[in-house]
């Protein structure tokens, strides 16, 4: 499985970005693909995620700002992020487990500026 994302930026802090995370390889679902974010100096955390049932999950401190959504036919998971603040400066990496694996994407940087 090979994830690759994309959509970083540099961002005013109130302003929005829009991150996607294509997969390919053996992965036949977008259901179980997360996104996690690591800031300097912190441990990585998870930022979103799609359910095995196809659901969503968020991490608390980006409910009601941040929307995970994806497409099956192209295998590809997006992160809308709105209302963004400077806390919100990460790498961000899409993760999947498949066959008890963890796979991860390269990662994209955003940066929001105050």
């Known amino acids: 499985v090979q994830l690759q994302a994309s959509g970083g930026g540099l961002v005013q802090a109130g302003g929005s970005l829009r991150l996607a995370c294509a997969a390919s390889g053996r992965i036949r679902s977008i259901n179980g693909m997360d996104w996690y974010r690591q800031a300097p100096g912190k441990q990585r955390e998870l930022v979103a995620g799609i359910t095995s049932s196809g659901g969503t999950n968020y991490g608390d401190s980006v409910k009601g700002r941040f929307a995970i959504s994806g497409d099956n036919a192209k295998k590809t998971i997006y992160l809308q992020m709105d209302s963004l603040k400077p806390e919100d400066t990460a790498v961000y990496y899409c993760?999947?487990?498949?066959?008890?694996?963890?796979?991860w994407g390269q990662g994209t940087q955003v940066t929001v500026s105050s």
């Open positions: 993760h999947v487990i498949r066959e008890y694996f963890n796979y």
